[in-house]
């Protein structure tokens, strides 16, 4: 055969933009110009060493900002553009942060983000100061830093702010592809996913696109949602084993996995909702388990991510120990965020 003298350019274009490229099951008119980074269309990488069987880890460090964040902040400030505000403002554990400002400085908008005084990893602090957001500290958690938010842009009415937190429904709109790039990517719907969960959009946003796609009849089956969340740090874990109705709270989280020291999640109910509907569950896992996975991950894989990520490792092990998930099983573990946000944490490791 002679070799192939030129790309299929149809085929190449049209798988660059990842988010984008799924703009017929987004809720958004086609004159609306995205604000885009060619965001999404991120590895999807069977691991080999640190674990046997179909595992494989959706990489979302890959994406331009280090973390998934980017899929539904492109959505949102595409919108917050589009009705013409002068800027938007977000309470953050720091990848929000790192990714509005980004979105933000490319869009023109202003960006004001309100951060947990020295919760905030350095790399994603960084970023914030980088793309030129304003930065806010409040004493206390991330739960504290929202509520500032809710007081400043809903009480206090700054409506030249757009609020771009995960209860705005847009980022969850973007967040939602992950769901279709993993069945693209496998042309199969994988047995179970596993995800970190901290305010619980994502969980729930994944979920909702593998519906949507059920729906569809463009699948025919749903994975489980298999929710993580850490030890100090665990009130969907609190809620789900103990059938609560109403959010068992944590009034003062703590894990070493900042991106997930939330005590309130916003999303709770959707994100009880699709543990529920999917046949799945929550899991807790420790610190220890987590720092161990990121270890793991880095040196049997070479995939470098940031704490919070690897509890999606930790909590598959403990779903295998525990009979919840089976070593045959397909499983997508949903790697979140990338090693170089938050280097303070490596150096305590090693
Ligand atoms: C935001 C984030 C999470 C948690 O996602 P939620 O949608 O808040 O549940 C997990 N890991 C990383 C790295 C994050 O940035």
Known sequence: MPPKTSFDWANVRKRRFGVWRYRELLPIS???EPVTMCEGGTPLIKLNRAVDGHVYV?????????????RGMTVGVTIAKHIGVKGVVVASTGNTAASAAAYAARAGLACVVVLPRGGVAK??????LLHGARIVEVDGVFDDALEEVFTEVVINGKKDLYPLNSYNPWRLEGQKTIAFEIVDELSEVPDAIVVPVGNAGNIS?????FKELYNYGLISKLPRMIGVQAEGAAPLVATWNRKSETLLEIEKPYTI?????IGKPVNWLKALNAVKESNGTFIAVSDNEILNSVKDLAQYEGIGVEPASAASL?????AIDLGILNRDDSVVLIATGHALKDP???SKIF
């Not at 790399?123 to 914030?128: R, V």
């Not at 930790?314 to 403990?318: F, H, N, P, S």
């Open 205 to 209: 946003a994944i979920w909702k696109g």
């Open 123 to 128: 790399g994603k602090l960084a970023q914030s």
């Open 257 to 261: 996995a900042s991106a997930i020291r």
């Open 314 to 318: 930790a909590g598959y092990r403990k």
């Open 30 to 32: 086609d004159n609306v």
């Open 344 to 346: 303070d944490t490596i």
């Open 58 to 70: 959706k990489f979302e460090g890959a994406n331009p900002t280090g973390s998934f964040k980017d």
